[in-house]
């Protein structure tokens, strides 16, 4: 995966992998069409089951990679999550990304931690950052980072 280039009137855009949700997909509704092959000559409950629970799970993983959103867009006005702007750079404190040690869990728990100014107060805002994104952690507070200090520099030119 090639790295973003970022400049002042681009956007930095974070959406999920296509391809692992597609192949994703694919295996579990081949899986499930295989399922239903076997019920038809077998006609047996369990591979009904198995054609009804591959087919059940296979349609979120071809529905995400059909739709392909994007979750996270960082640009010059602010930082967008899934085309809402929760804050523009004016009131934005500080993002970090933390890893939440969970127990038994194989995979990473990777969130993004905002803090932003609202009219109630400091607002501390996590985001999961999932294992099927197109863009790493590091390239996410890279965007904050350029994005948030270019609209700092024009404030105070």
């Known amino acids: 995966m090639a790295k973003q280039t970022l400049n002042e009137n681009g956007r930095f855009l974070v959406g999920e992998e296509v391809g692992l949700a597609l192949v994703a997909g694919g295996i579990l509704a081949c899986l499930s069409v295989a399922g239903l092959i076997a019920y038809i000559y077998s006609r047996t409950l369990p591979g009904l089951y198995m054609t009804l629970v591959m087919g059940f799970f296979a349609i979120p993983f071809l529905k995400k990679g059909i739709q392909n959103r994007v979750s996270i867009r960082v640009d010059r006005s602010g930082f967008y999550y899934y085309g809402e702007q929760l804050?523009?750079?004016?009131?934005?404190?500080?993002?970090?990304?933390?890893?939440?040690?969970?127990?038994?869990?194989?995979?990473?728990?990777?969130?993004?931690?905002?803090?932003?100014?609202?009219?109630?107060?400091?607002?501390?805002?996590?985001?999961?950052?999932?294992?099927?994104?197109?863009?790493?952690?590091?390239?996410?507070?890279?965007?904050?980072?350029?994005?948030?200090?270019?609209a700092k520099g024009e404030e105070q030119a």
């Open 87 to 150: 804050f523009t750079w004016d009131v934005f404190h500080r993002a970090l990304v933390v890893q939440e040690d969970v127990f038994g869990s194989l995979q990473d728990h990777f969130y993004l931690v905002l803090e932003y100014e609202k009219p109630e107060g400091l607002i501390r805002r996590r985001i999961r950052l999932t294992n099927t994104q197109n863009k790493s952690e590091e390239e996410v507070i890279g965007a904050i980072r350029f994005y948030s200090s270019k």
